[in-house]
Nanobody
Framework: QVQLVESGGGLVQAGGSLRLSCAASGSIFSINAMGWYRQAPGKQRELVATITSGGSINYADSVKGRFTTSRDNAKNTVYLQMNSLKPEDTAVYYC??????????????WGQGTQVTVSS
């Protein structure tokens, strides 16, 4: 079994910053892509950023230039640095990872989510 645990959410004023972390643990052989998604009330879950094991990164247009994702492969951890936050960034942020398990299966796993609230 694999677990993803997010941390770093909270309440911040518009223009502020937050840094999210997501650590993967368990029966991990390797991790391919890791990423961040978010879901605002009444809206569908949407992609925020993804990063491959080789470091290729993709951002949603709405966060380009404000958010930065990175990962520490040795720690099986992915980060999301969020700057210049806007009220429309308010959402539950979820970590996602494409994991090759020790039994050599490949599965997507999700974290439990962390709330980010940006006040105007």
């Amino acid at each position: 079994q694999v677990q993803l645990v997010e941390s770093g959410g909270g309440l911040v004023q518009a223009g502020g910053s937050l840094r999210l972390s997501c650590a993967a643990s368990g029966s991990i052989f390797s991790i391919n892509a890791m990423g961040w998604y978010r879901q605002a009330p009444g809206k569908q879950r949407e992609l925020v950023a993804t990063i491959t094991s080789g470091g290729s990164i993709n951002y949603a247009d709405s966060v380009k230039g404000r958010f930065t994702t990175s990962r520490d492969n040795a720690k099986n951890t992915v980060y999301l640095q969020m700057n210049s936050l806007k009220p429309e960034d308010t959402a539950v942020y979820y970590c996602n990872a494409l994991v090759v398990t020790t039994t050599l299966g490949q599965y997507y796993y999700w974290g439990q989510g962390t709330q980010v609230t940006v006040s105007s």
